[in-house]
């Protein structure tokens, strides 16, 4: 399937790599929530024990899949966030775990992801082997961290076989050998052939009007959306991640107040934007209406937290409701205008019957 696409690379490149650090941060948190973060089994633990590290699993195949400075970024908010978010594990902000936790990604990282690479058994060892340096390194700083900031008492021997062995072996439990066999799968699942996967109901537009879509690359398999409709799921499922997130760091409710504001404000650009392109006065951009659609998503779900403005929300959705149909028949109708303007001004044509 051909789908001619020209998008801004660079701008598609910020916001993809942006989405995926803020994915890669919420999976990390969510998985923490159930499981421990990579630092909890360490913390006010200096004891030897074997550990699997779910978390350390998640996150290290998703570094590898995202890039070394990606998985640096988001594995050194994934973990401060989730410090901040339970202060009852964590009396205070652990930043060297923090830096481990974010060195680990990036030196996973390093090796990255490229599709059809896992093919090969040579490529497989090369990964292997990158996790092993990797697991070590970071060994070595857990331990040097441990007995300079938090237990000189004990000797650095001991916190070397109870904290470092510990985080090494806890890597080897659940990243050394899983890892590479999950990117293997997944390399073999998505990247074998190349799929466009380009269905309708996802993408609401024609292969003709593809420019109005959005695709997601996994391997070399592309699934293409609407521009604007993914924008405002990432809105949502970002917003409530968040809002969640800062109502438990400062244990307090969001400002009723400042969500009616957003409601109000946020949905003004989409209208804008979709609205100026219905009326056939210009053409959008998948950059804009990813960009409309992610605020629209996020007044969206704001809408949850509006309290006691609850009515005067509903008020307000009703009336952009009200905009938008009324946009949508004057766009028909101007489009219709055009099109019988073209067949009008068509030259007739003259037929040689003999």
């Known amino acids: 399937m051909s789908i001619d696409k020209k998008p801004k690379i660079t701008l598609r ?27 909890t089994p360490f913390i006010g633990n200096y004891e030897f024990s074997l550990v699997f590290g779910v978390s350390l699993l998640v996150f ?27 202060p009852t594990i964590y009396k205070s902000v652990f930043v060297d775990w923090c830096f481990i936790v974010a060195l680990f990604g990036m030196i996973a990282g390093i090796y990255k992801y490229k599709p059809l690479k896992y093919q090969k058994i040579k490529k497989i060892l090369y990964s292997i082997l990158i996790l092993v340096i990797d697991s070590i390194i970071v060994m070595f700083f857990i331990t040097g961290f441990q007995f300079i900031f938090y237990s000189t008492s004990l000797q650095f021997e001991i916190l070397l076989i109870n904290s470092g062995l510990k985080f090494f072996l806890e890597a080897l439990l659940s990243v050394i050998i899983i890892v590479p066999i999950l990117l293997v799968i997944y390399d073999k699942v998505l990247a074998t052939t190349e ?6 109901g996802l993408t609401h537009h024609p292969i003709s009007a593809s420019d109005h879509t959005f695709y997601f690359q996994f391997g070399r398999t592309k699934l293409y959306l609407c521009s604007r409709c993914s924008g405002m799921v990432i809105g949502i499922i970002m917003s409530i991640f968040f809002t969640h997130l800062v109502q438990q760091i400062f244990d307090s409710q969001f400002s009723p107040e400042v969500a009616l504001f957003i409601v109000i404000i946020f949905p003004i650009p989409g209208l804008i934007d979709w609205g100026t392109q219905k009326l056939l006065f210009r053409t959008s951009t998948t950059e804009s209406r990813l960009f409309t659609g992610f605020i629209i998503g996020v007044a969206a779900q704001f809408i949850s937290l509006t309290g006691n403005y609850y009515f005067i929300t509903l008020i307000i959705v009703t009336f952009y409701f009200g905009v ?7 766009g028909q109708k101007k489009l219709i205008r055009e099109l019988n303007k073209e067949l009008t001004s068509e030259p007739n044509e003259e037929f040689d019957l003999g």
């Not at 799929?195 to 309708?200: G, K, T």
């Open 13 to 39: 490149l910020i916001f993809v790599n942006i989405l995926v650090i803020i994915f890669i941060i919420m999976s990390y948190i969510y998985v923490s929530k159930s499981f421990g973060s990579i630092s």
């Open 60 to 86: 290290t195949f998703f570094a590898i899949l995202a890039g070394p400075i990606q998985a640096f970024i988001a594995g050194f908010f994934g973990e401060l966030l989730f410090q901040l978010a339970n």
């Open 195 to 200: 799929h466009h996967l380009y269905y309708l």
């Open 324 to 330: 938008l149909i009324i946009l949508i028949f004057f």
